[in-house]
Antibody
Framework: EVQLLESGGDLVQPGGSLRLSCAAS????????MSWVRQAPGKGLEWVSG???????YYADSVKGRFSISRDNSKNMLYLQMNNLRAEDTALYYC???????????????WGQGTLVTVSS | DIVMTQSPDSLAVSLGERATINCKSS????????????LAWYQQKPGQPPKVLIY???TRESGVPDRFSGSGSGTDFTLTISSLQAEDVAVYYC?????????FGQGTKLEIK
Protein backbone atom coordinates (compact mmCIF):
# COMPACT_ATOMS: atom_id res chain seq x y z
CA GLU A 1 0.00 0.00 0.00
CA VAL A 2 1.36 3.38 -1.02
CA GLN A 3 1.75 5.81 1.87
CA LEU A 4 3.00 9.39 1.90
CA LEU A 5 3.42 11.08 5.27
CA GLU A 6 4.33 14.75 5.38
CA SER A 7 5.79 16.51 8.40
CA GLY A 8 7.59 19.70 9.34
CA GLY A 9 4.83 22.25 8.99
CA ASP A 10 4.76 24.98 11.63
CA LEU A 11 4.08 28.63 12.41
CA VAL A 12 7.01 30.72 11.24
CA GLN A 13 7.69 34.43 10.99
CA PRO A 14 8.08 36.17 7.63
CA GLY A 15 11.63 35.74 6.42
CA GLY A 16 12.03 32.49 8.31
CA SER A 17 12.83 29.00 7.10
CA LEU A 18 11.29 25.54 7.34
CA ARG A 19 12.10 22.11 5.98
CA LEU A 20 9.22 19.85 5.06
CA SER A 21 9.64 16.10 4.85
CA CYS A 22 7.65 13.38 3.13
CA ALA A 23 8.17 9.74 4.10
CA ALA A 24 7.23 7.42 1.26
CA SER A 25 6.49 3.71 1.32
CA UNK A 26 4.77 1.01 -0.70
CA UNK A 27 6.40 1.74 -4.07
CA UNK A 28 9.83 2.06 -5.67
CA UNK A 29 10.58 5.59 -4.51
CA UNK A 30 14.02 5.88 -6.10
CA UNK A 31 12.71 5.69 -9.65
CA UNK A 32 9.51 7.67 -9.18
CA UNK A 33 9.07 11.37 -9.83
CA MET A 34 7.54 13.34 -6.96
CA SER A 35 6.08 16.80 -6.44
CA TRP A 36 4.98 19.23 -3.78
CA VAL A 37 1.58 20.86 -4.27
CA ARG A 38 0.13 23.44 -1.90
CA GLN A 39 -3.33 24.72 -1.07
CA ALA A 40 -3.86 28.01 0.71
CA PRO A 41 -6.79 28.01 3.16
CA GLY A 42 -10.05 27.89 1.24
CA LYS A 43 -8.25 28.16 -2.11
CA GLY A 44 -7.28 25.95 -5.02
CA LEU A 45 -4.28 23.78 -5.79
CA GLU A 46 -0.87 25.19 -6.74
CA TRP A 47 2.03 23.09 -7.98
CA VAL A 48 5.17 24.18 -6.13
CA SER A 49 8.06 21.95 -7.14
CA GLY A 50 8.92 18.57 -8.60
CA UNK A 51 11.82 16.18 -8.92
CA UNK A 52 12.31 13.43 -11.44
CA UNK A 53 13.48 9.94 -10.58
CA UNK A 54 16.87 10.98 -11.89
CA UNK A 55 17.04 13.99 -9.58
CA UNK A 56 16.23 16.83 -11.97
CA UNK A 57 14.37 19.62 -10.18
CA TYR A 58 11.65 22.05 -11.22
CA TYR A 59 10.01 25.02 -9.50
CA ALA A 60 7.09 27.39 -9.75
CA ASP A 61 8.17 30.96 -10.43
CA SER A 62 6.66 32.04 -7.11
CA VAL A 63 9.16 29.94 -5.13
CA LYS A 64 12.19 29.84 -7.42
CA GLY A 65 15.31 30.93 -5.55
CA ARG A 66 13.63 30.50 -2.16
CA PHE A 67 12.59 26.83 -2.09
CA SER A 68 14.71 23.77 -2.79
CA ILE A 69 13.42 20.26 -3.39
CA SER A 70 15.57 17.22 -2.68
CA ARG A 71 15.29 13.51 -2.16
CA ASP A 72 17.13 10.82 -0.24
CA ASN A 73 16.46 7.60 -2.10
CA SER A 74 18.25 5.54 0.56
CA LYS A 75 15.65 6.67 3.11
CA ASN A 76 12.64 7.00 0.78
CA MET A 77 12.35 10.65 1.78
CA LEU A 78 11.35 13.77 -0.11
CA TYR A 79 12.16 17.22 1.24
CA LEU A 80 11.26 20.83 0.63
CA GLN A 81 13.58 23.44 2.08
CA MET A 82 11.73 26.73 2.29
CA ASN A 83 13.66 29.96 2.92
CA ASN A 84 12.66 33.61 3.09
CA LEU A 85 9.06 32.63 3.74
CA ARG A 86 6.28 35.08 2.97
CA ALA A 87 2.70 35.38 4.19
CA GLU A 88 1.51 34.15 0.78
CA ASP A 89 3.34 30.84 1.36
CA THR A 90 0.78 29.99 4.05
CA ALA A 91 -0.83 26.76 2.90
CA LEU A 92 -1.30 23.05 3.37
CA TYR A 93 1.61 21.39 1.59
CA TYR A 94 0.98 18.04 -0.05
CA CYS A 95 3.53 15.51 -1.19
CA UNK A 96 2.32 13.82 -4.38
CA UNK A 97 3.51 10.75 -6.27
CA UNK A 98 3.60 10.74 -10.04
CA UNK A 99 1.54 7.94 -11.57
CA UNK A 100 3.64 6.02 -14.00
CA UNK A 101 7.19 7.04 -14.39
CA UNK A 102 10.38 8.76 -13.44
CA UNK A 103 9.50 11.96 -15.29
CA UNK A 104 7.39 14.69 -13.76
CA UNK A 105 5.16 15.11 -16.82
CA UNK A 106 2.50 12.85 -15.40
CA UNK A 107 -0.62 12.96 -13.24
CA UNK A 108 -0.54 12.33 -9.49
CA UNK A 109 -2.01 9.07 -8.23
CA UNK A 110 -1.27 9.33 -4.52
CA TRP A 111 -1.23 12.31 -2.18
CA GLY A 112 -0.33 12.62 1.47
CA GLN A 113 -2.63 14.27 3.99
CA GLY A 114 -0.55 17.44 3.97
CA THR A 115 1.38 19.51 6.49
CA LEU A 116 0.33 23.05 7.39
CA VAL A 117 2.72 25.97 7.02
CA THR A 118 1.64 29.28 8.51
CA VAL A 119 3.73 32.37 7.90
CA SER A 120 2.76 35.15 10.26
CA SER A 121 4.27 37.56 12.75
CA ASP B 1 2.77 29.45 -18.11
CA ILE B 2 -0.29 27.53 -19.25
CA VAL B 3 -3.42 29.00 -17.67
CA MET B 4 -6.23 26.55 -16.93
CA THR B 5 -9.72 28.04 -16.76
CA GLN B 6 -12.62 25.97 -15.50
CA SER B 7 -16.31 26.68 -15.97
CA PRO B 8 -18.54 27.05 -14.15
CA ASP B 9 -17.07 27.99 -10.77
CA SER B 10 -19.96 26.22 -9.08
CA LEU B 11 -22.68 23.89 -10.21
CA ALA B 12 -25.84 22.48 -8.62
CA VAL B 13 -27.29 19.34 -10.16
CA SER B 14 -30.14 17.08 -9.11
CA LEU B 15 -29.42 13.53 -8.03
CA GLY B 16 -29.37 11.20 -11.03
CA GLU B 17 -28.84 14.04 -13.48
CA ARG B 18 -25.76 14.78 -15.60
CA ALA B 19 -23.05 17.14 -14.43
CA THR B 20 -20.61 18.71 -16.88
CA ILE B 21 -17.47 20.65 -15.99
CA ASN B 22 -15.32 22.36 -18.60
CA CYS B 23 -11.63 23.16 -18.61
CA LYS B 24 -9.83 25.31 -21.15
CA SER B 25 -6.06 25.64 -21.41
CA SER B 26 -4.34 28.75 -22.77
CA UNK B 27 -2.08 26.53 -24.91
CA UNK B 28 -2.50 23.06 -26.33
CA UNK B 29 -1.57 20.23 -23.97
CA UNK B 30 -1.58 17.68 -26.78
CA UNK B 31 1.89 16.21 -27.32
CA UNK B 32 2.13 15.40 -31.00
CA UNK B 33 4.81 12.73 -30.69
CA UNK B 34 2.55 10.38 -28.72
CA UNK B 35 -0.86 11.94 -29.42
CA UNK B 36 -1.61 12.22 -25.71
CA UNK B 37 -3.29 15.09 -23.92
CA UNK B 38 -1.40 15.86 -20.71
CA LEU B 39 -4.54 16.62 -18.72
CA ALA B 40 -5.94 15.10 -15.51
CA TRP B 41 -9.05 15.57 -13.41
CA TYR B 42 -9.15 15.36 -9.60
CA GLN B 43 -11.92 15.24 -7.03
CA GLN B 44 -11.38 16.83 -3.62
CA LYS B 45 -13.77 16.36 -0.73
CA PRO B 46 -13.58 18.54 2.41
CA GLY B 47 -10.64 17.69 4.64
CA GLN B 48 -9.18 15.24 2.13
CA PRO B 49 -6.37 15.38 -0.41
CA PRO B 50 -7.30 15.34 -4.09
CA LYS B 51 -8.06 12.01 -5.75
CA VAL B 52 -7.28 11.37 -9.40
CA LEU B 53 -10.29 10.47 -11.53
CA ILE B 54 -9.07 10.81 -15.12
CA TYR B 55 -5.63 11.09 -16.74
CA UNK B 56 -4.47 11.50 -20.36
CA UNK B 57 -7.75 13.46 -20.62
CA UNK B 58 -9.95 10.39 -20.97
CA THR B 59 -8.41 7.40 -19.15
CA ARG B 60 -10.36 6.53 -16.02
CA GLU B 61 -8.24 5.63 -13.00
CA SER B 62 -8.73 2.13 -11.63
CA GLY B 63 -11.58 1.98 -9.13
CA VAL B 64 -13.26 5.17 -10.32
CA PRO B 65 -16.95 4.61 -11.10
CA ASP B 66 -17.78 4.53 -14.79
CA ARG B 67 -20.24 7.41 -14.39
CA PHE B 68 -17.12 9.63 -14.52
CA SER B 69 -15.75 10.29 -17.99
CA GLY B 70 -13.32 12.71 -19.57
CA SER B 71 -13.20 14.04 -23.11
CA GLY B 72 -11.59 16.69 -25.25
CA SER B 73 -8.30 17.41 -26.92
CA GLY B 74 -5.87 20.25 -27.47
CA THR B 75 -7.21 23.11 -25.38
CA ASP B 76 -10.78 22.15 -24.50
CA PHE B 77 -11.72 19.41 -22.07
CA THR B 78 -14.79 18.16 -20.25
CA LEU B 79 -15.44 16.07 -17.16
CA THR B 80 -18.86 14.45 -17.19
CA ILE B 81 -20.67 12.71 -14.36
CA SER B 82 -23.46 10.83 -16.10
CA SER B 83 -25.75 10.32 -13.10
CA LEU B 84 -24.93 12.39 -10.03
CA GLN B 85 -24.72 10.55 -6.72
CA ALA B 86 -24.71 12.16 -3.27
CA GLU B 87 -21.09 11.12 -2.73
CA ASP B 88 -19.98 13.12 -5.78
CA VAL B 89 -20.38 16.42 -3.91
CA ALA B 90 -16.85 17.84 -4.03
CA VAL B 91 -14.58 20.34 -5.73
CA TYR B 92 -13.18 19.22 -9.07
CA TYR B 93 -9.88 20.39 -10.57
CA CYS B 94 -8.27 19.98 -13.96
CA UNK B 95 -4.47 19.78 -14.10
CA UNK B 96 -2.06 20.15 -17.00
CA UNK B 97 1.23 18.31 -16.78
CA UNK B 98 2.37 19.12 -20.31
CA UNK B 99 4.88 21.70 -19.16
CA UNK B 100 6.35 23.22 -16.03
CA UNK B 101 5.16 24.99 -14.10
CA UNK B 102 2.33 22.52 -13.95
CA UNK B 103 -0.94 24.30 -13.37
CA PHE B 104 -4.42 23.60 -12.08
CA GLY B 105 -7.78 25.09 -12.86
CA GLN B 106 -9.36 27.20 -10.14
CA GLY B 107 -11.78 24.44 -9.20
CA THR B 108 -15.50 23.79 -9.70
CA LYS B 109 -17.68 23.23 -6.65
CA LEU B 110 -20.36 20.63 -7.33
CA GLU B 111 -23.44 20.53 -5.12
CA ILE B 112 -26.79 18.79 -5.05
CA LYS B 113 -29.79 20.81 -6.24
Amino acid sequence: EVQLLESGGDLVQPGGSLRLSCAASGFTFSTNAMSWVRQAPGKGLEWVSGTSGGGSTYYADSVKGRFSISRDNSKNMLYLQMNNLRAEDTALYYCAKVMHSSVIRDAFDFWGQGTLVTVSS
Amino acid sequence: DIVMTQSPDSLAVSLGERATINCKSSQSVLYSSNNKNYLAWYQQKPGQPPKVLIYWASTRESGVPDRFSGSGSGTDFTLTISSLQAEDVAVYYCHQYYSTPQTFGQGTKLEIK
